[in-house]
């Protein structure tokens, strides 16, 4: 199994990034996605999420407004647009495929938003 992030960068308050997350080995369309995120000094959170099999998203109430979820099971893919960034969304962001039984992440990418 492999989670693959990418998208992460160095932007100003106000910009914008798209994260992605390719997976493989495993059925896509059967897992939960999630993205979590961790910064210097702080426990783990999760960001966002979607369902597996209903177009039902999660999202902590910080970033309620400015964050999307998606998700592309013919590809694949996990998508987390993040509009409006501020400096406190600055972490390294994990994409997490979630089922019943087992739970994989990815190696994280840098999100790190300062003037």
């Known amino acids: 199994v492999q989670l693959v992030e990418s998208g992460g960068g160095l932007v100003q308050p106000g910009d914008s990034l798209r994260l992605s997350c390719t997976v493989s080995?495993?059925?896509?369309?059967?897992?939960?996605m999630m993205w979590y995120r961790q910064a210097p000094g702080n426990e783990r959170e999760a960001v966002a999420g979607?369902?597996?099999?209903?177009?039902?998203?999660y999202y902590t109430d910080s970033v309620k407004g400015r964050f999307a979820i998606s998700r592309d099971n013919s590809r694949n893919m996990v998508f987390l647009q993040m509009n409006n960034l501020e400096p406190e969304d600055s972490a390294v962001y994990y994409c997490?495929?979630?089922?019943?039984?087992?739970?994989?992440w990815g190696p994280g990418t840098q999100v790190t938003v300062s003037s």
């Open positions: 080995g495993l059925t896509f369309s059967t897992y939960d």
């Open positions: 979607i369902l597996s099999r209903e177009p039902k998203t």
């Open positions: 997490v495929a979630k089922s019943l039984f087992i739970t994989h």
